[in-house]
């Protein structure tokens, strides 16, 4: 589990102290002074007033330092890409793109996740266009700053000061940044207080009780299609991708990739990550992997040699004049589309073939193809009597010549045999 505010105090205060302690050497003086030396005019210090904090994220902990900062007279100025600038400068932030910050900062602080586009954030091209002197400071995430440029920047005096919490390895192994006598650095601190611990361990247990409860699942760090179960919008399309899985298992009868889910509608466009699961928990189920779950489809498809391909489309199929949210399923030479209507899963095509009604996809079904002919139903319900099994619902699809049909059953057929003389394919499910 995840508590991403348990922290956010923490951390911030943390930064703060680093500032600080760039601004006046402290924690230089601290040794010196231990070293038995009393050398007051070595660690002449700066004023933080009046100085302008660059701020590089300005979610939670990046609008906590900004805070405190500016009650020591910091000018603050940020970048955030996703926050609007009006919601930052509510808190005393303007915001301008990356380029111009640079150039008026007395001081650097980053707040971001390390993802390509923040890896080696700072780097030798940004120390040049600098103030002489800038002051770093990363108590986020280790690898933002480039290391080396940061020792090329120390050693050259193009940084002043440099305080890292956070490095690319950890423990550190760049010996050289770790003993300049201008960085300061601590052992990954940020959330090492016990209010943070605390915090956190309450944050924990919340979320397990209100999964427990069926209420939201918030902060699940190894499951984001998890995230989305108790949701009580998405549980009838978490359905619908384990039912399409299933049926598409079921048509191929060996599972033989690639398999390609297409999801459609602006509603599912952040919905491929919980469905691609859901579908590989359909198709897994009852395979070797008896332990399939949302949390380790995606392990359990690689492990099986499951090649799924996942891509999302805003525009939607128009049926009587209404949009319709939908996913398909592409395997082999089969073709399984479904959607969700009044908040049941129901099958809308098989195969190129369409379905006069939709099909409810729960319960125990049975899906044949035959030629048109009124012979071969009554056929099918005498296999089904001679075999104690009830029909509970029937569909067909649209098509002349050969035409697909499901049937809602009560049982499951002991055997197909004596059904698969009178229709050309047949396969049979319980979802």
């Not at 038995?36 to 939670?60: A, C, H, P, Q, Y």
């Not at 906590?64 to 955030?80: C, H, L, N, P």
């Not at 297409?262 to 469905?275: F, H, I, W």
Request: hydrophobic content about 40%.
């Amino acid at each position: 589990m995840n508590t991403p505010a348990g922290n956010t105090v923490s951390a911030a205060e943390l930064t703060c102290g680093m500032i600080v302690c760039l601004s006046r050497q402290i924690p230089q003086a601290v040794a010196s002074l231990k070293a038995g030396n009393w050398d007051r005019k070595k660690f002449m210090g700066s004023e933080l007033n009046e100085k302008t904090l660059g701020i590089v994220g300005l979610g939670r902990i990046g609008k906590e330092v900004a805070i405190r900062m500016q009650s020591f007279g910091m000018k603050t100025i940020g970048y955030d890409p996703i926050i609007p600038a009006d919601v930052t400068e509510a808190f005393g932030v303007p915001q301008m793109p990356l380029e111009q910050l640079w150039p008026h900062c007395d001081f650097i602080t980053v707040h971001t996740p390390l993802l390509p586009s923040t890896t080696g954030l700072i780097n030798d091209e940004t120390f040049s266009i600098c103030k002489k002197g800038v002051k770093v400071v990363n108590c986020a995430r280790g690898g933002i700053i480039d290391e080396a440029a940061l020792l090329r920047a120390l050693e050259s005096g193009q940084c002043g000061g440099a305080a890292l919490d956070v490095f690319v390895e950890e423990p550190p192994k760049n010996v050289a940044l770790i003993q300049h006598p201008n960085m300061i650095c601590c052992p990954h601190l940020g959330a090492s207080t016990r209010e943070a611990q605390t915090r956190c361990g309450e944050d924990i247990a919340v979320q397990i009780v209100d999964m427990i409860k069926g209420k939201s699942l918030f902060g699940a760090v190894n499951a984001q299609a998890l995230t989305c179960t108790l949701a009580p919008e998405t549980k009838p399309w978490i359905a619908l991708g384990e039912a399409l899985g299933a049926v598409t298992k079921a048509c191929m009868g060996k599972l033989n990739g690639p398999f390609h889910l297409q999801v459609t509608g602006a509603s599912l466009k952040q919905a491929g990550g919980y469905l691609t699961a859901a579908v590989i928990v359909g198709l897994l189920k009852g395979t070797s992997q008896s332990n399939i779950n949302l949390v380790n489809a995606n392990m359990m498809a690689k492990e099986s040699g499951l090649n799924i391909i996942t891509e999302h489309k805003d525009t939607v199929n128009e049926q009587d004049g209404k949009s319709t949210a939908c996913i398909t399923v592409v395997a082999s030479s089969h073709l399984i589309c479904g959607s969700v209507h009044g908040g049941v899963p129901v099958l809308l095509g098989l195969n190129g073939s369409a379905f006069k009604q939709p099909v409810s996809l729960s319960g125990n079904l049975l899906l044949y193809k035959a030629l048109v002919d009124s012979s071969t139903l009554t056929s099918v319900i005498d296999i089904l009597k001679a075999d104690g099994v009830q029909m509970n619902s029937f569909s067909t699809s649209c098509d002349t010549g050969e035409r697909w049909s499901i049937m809602g059953i009560s049982s499951l057929l002991r055997d197909l045999t004596k059904l698969k003389q009178h229709v050309i394919a047949a396969v049979q499910l319980a979802l």
